[in-house]
């Protein structure tokens, strides 16, 4: 008990009476912080069942041909703040847990579009030959690659992120989907979603994206273009026109969401 109390008169001295409790909470808020972390890691984010327009859009993908090996791959592109990682996490739940690649995780600062060698030889390449792909991702904070994950040949690989229907990605996409939102909105968006901490890297983004859609831009190539509603998802032909069967996508999907 001696040490406890040489410790307690130790705090008493360093941080006055008033406050010396405060030391020997430290502890206890620990302990607390990491019981919030463990229990946020096992209890996923809650996230709205898809709606019918989602399904419905899930339902066509089922039925189009392989177009990258045994591959469907659907490419969810448009501009940054649009609303595609919501969007591609709703159609990848439709799917029943198809796998989904961000770009994001491909990219890196000082890569933000020159990134096609690395996903065509780390991705493109074996999912083409029926082999799971291997790629690593960028960890944007430490600003290095990290461990290798695995992205197997499932049915349907949904590839969401800026630039997800670029030339050198087309060939290989069985659809391409195009969030319908004006740029300036969605930078907005983007800008608000991320904060201050961010503001130096949106000053750099936002030119570097207009010079990627000025020489290689996807909106024009998409099938189907996605639009967010008061109450959910709408889709709609896009200039490539339709793919697949003519089928009414319509529906509302439940609340927008921003990404």
């Not at 609303?83 to 591609?88: D, Q, S, V």
């Not at 503001?199 to 859609?213: I, K, L, M």
């Not at 709408?234 to 921003?258: C, I, K, N």
Request: hydrophobic share 40%; aromatic share 8%.
């Amino acid at each position: 008990m001696r040490h406890i109390a040489a410790q307690r008169a130790w705090s008493r001295q360093h941080f006055g009476p008033r406050h010396a409790h405060q030391y020997w909470r430290r502890p206890l808020a620990r302990a607390e912080d990491t019981v919030v972390r463990v229990l946020r890691e096992m209890i996923p984010p809650f996230r709205p069942a898809p709606g019918p327009a989602v399904r419905d859009l899930a339902s066509l993908i089922r039925r189009l041909p392989p177009s990258c090996g045994p591959v469907r791959l659907v490419g969810v592109d448009g501009h940054a703040g649009s609303g595609k990682t919501t969007f591609a996490e709703q159609l990848a739940m439709a799917l029943g847990g198809a796998p989904v690649l961000r770009l994001d995780d491909i990219a890196t600062h000082d890569e933000l579009f020159d990134w096609t060698g690395r996903l065509q030889d780390q991705v493109i390449e074996p999912l083409a030959h029926g082999r799971t792909a291997h790629y690593a991702p960028y960890d944007w904070r430490a600003r290095r690659f990290g461990a290798p994950r695995p992205l197997p040949p499932a049915p349907v690989v949904v590839v969401e992120g800026v630039g997800a229907g670029r030339r050198a990605l087309r060939p290989h996409l069985a659809l391409l989907l195009w969030m319908e939102l004006p740029r300036e909105e969605a930078w907005a968006r983007g800008r608000s979603r991320d904060g201050e901490e961010q503001r130096e890297f949106w000053n750099g983004w936002v030119p570097a994206e207009r010079r990627h859609f000025a020489d290689d831009p996807s909106r024009p190539f998409a099938g189907l273009l996605v639009l967010q509603r008061e109450k959910g998802y709408e889709v709609v032909p896009g200039p490539a026109g339709t793919v697949g069967p003519d089928q009414p996508l319509t529906h509302g999907d439940g609340p927008p969401a921003v990404c």
